[in-house]
């Protein structure tokens, strides 16, 4: 491939892009629907593969513009011209959780498939930053290599999506942030919050906790609760959220215990804590045990998308429905078998929560 020719090629295909958007006055919601059309007989497959990425490291212009960022495994931009970018995105073992956008896009699945899962999110009750409510999947589908998908800006369709692929690469044509839409939410079964609390104080009072856990439990747990005790309920969840692995244990659960029974509030953040250690604990489970099949991933990420059993049955509905009929219970059955004995265990104290208890998993048809 000649990689100057290629990115000579984008270049010009983007400035077709922002030639056309502008006679839509640059407006966000115009923006996916022209990405489509000027991209239709495009082919961005060769950036798919990373060694075309590193091939594109030798451009100037394209080296300039990378910076340090967390989303993904290996994140690139590509482009950016003030008012639109390209982002390649390769993940291998990290996720998102499910979360809205304050941009547009259009969403190029140039490797690997994902199961992709939109939700609605029903608001009960606001305390500042954060909703207490009911999320549940409106529709879900399999990306499948070489498709793409529209990116709808605000709060419109709040998504997941679950790495079947390794890699799995996605690229995005995308807007820059548009405050109009408001920061980010972050979606969880039973909340959405907020993730600009996770700060510097926020990241240093983590690093401190996790030193006095090693050294003391007393100074641990006396610091933790002057934390819980002076912090907003949004600063309290995502606290709970990163110290979960350590707090759900034999030896730490009173600690955890002590707080939900605080009050209602503090209940619906501990139970959305122990759902969010759940659906982490499923979504590592495909990504990291040996040997999966990439139908046995899809059921693990079916649970961890899925928070009840209602909730999982429509979206194997819906896979059924686009024949990916996946074999929910029997793929469930052969995880069990592929993991440690410690793992299992653990496995099924999570499935119980989350609607499939083992019992339940011999039930299933
Ligand atoms: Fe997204």
């Not at 890699?167 to 548009?178: A, D, Q, V």
């Not at 659960?253 to 759940?278: H, M, Q, W």
């Not at 604990?281 to 990504?287: H, R």
Request: hydrophobic fraction near 40%; aromatic fraction near 10%.
């Amino acid at each position: 491939m000649n990689v100057k020719a290629y990115y000579e090629s984008i270049q010009d295909l983007m400035a077709t892009i922002e030639a056309k958007w502008q006679t839509a006055n640059f407006d966000a919601e115009a923006f996916p629907e022209i990405v489509w059309e000027k991209t239709t007989n495009f082919d961005l497959s060769p950036l798919g593969e990373v060694s075309n990425q590193m091939r594109l490291l030798e451009l100037a212009g394209v080296r300039q513009q990378q910076h340090r960022s967390t989303f993904s495994d290996l994140h690139f931009q590509i482009f950016h011209n003030g008012r639109f970018m390209i982002e390649i995105l390769n993940w291998w073992g990290q996720h998102v959780n499910v979360h809205d956008h304050d941009f547009s896009a259009v969403q190029f699945q140039l490797k690997g498939d994902a199961l992709n899962v939109e939700y609605e999110f029903t608001s009960e009750e606001t305390h500042g930053a954060l909703h207490f409510g009911r999320l549940l999947p409106k529709h879900a589908e399999v990306w499948e290599e070489g498709g793409r998908s529209i990116v709808r800006p605000g709060r419109v369709a709040p998504h997941g999506v679950f790495h079947i692929g390794e890699p799995t690469t996605s690229l995005l044509i995308r807007t820059t942030p548009t405050p109009r839409y408001g920061a980010q939410l972050n979606y969880f079964p039973g909340l959405a919050a907020h993730y600009y609390v996770s700060n510097d104080i926020h990241r240093k009072k983590l690093t401190g906790l996790g030193l006095l856990a090693r050294s003391s439990r007393a100074k641990f747990s006396e610091t933790l609760n002057r934390f819980l005790a002076s912090q907003s309920l949004s600063e309290n969840f995502f606290m709970l959220i990163k110290l979960a692995p350590f707090l759900f244990t034999a030896e730490n659960s009173d600690l955890i215990c002590n707080y939900a029974e605080k009050g209602p509030n503090e209940r619906r953040i501990v139970e959305n804590v122990a759902f969010n250690t759940a659906i982490d604990f499923f979504k590592q489970l495909a990504t990291e045990t040996e040997g999966l099949t990439p139908s046995e991933k899809l059921a693990a990420y079916v649970l961890s998308a899925g928070h009840s059993r209602e909730a999982q049955e429509k979206i194997l509905a819906d896979l059924q429905k686009k024949d990916k009929a996946v074999s929910f219970a029997e793929d469930l059955r052969s995880i069990l078998k592929k993991v440690s004995a410690e793992q299992r265990s653990q496995a099924e104290g999570y499935m119980e929560l989350l609607g499939v208890g083992t019992t339940g998993v011999a039930n299933i048809a």
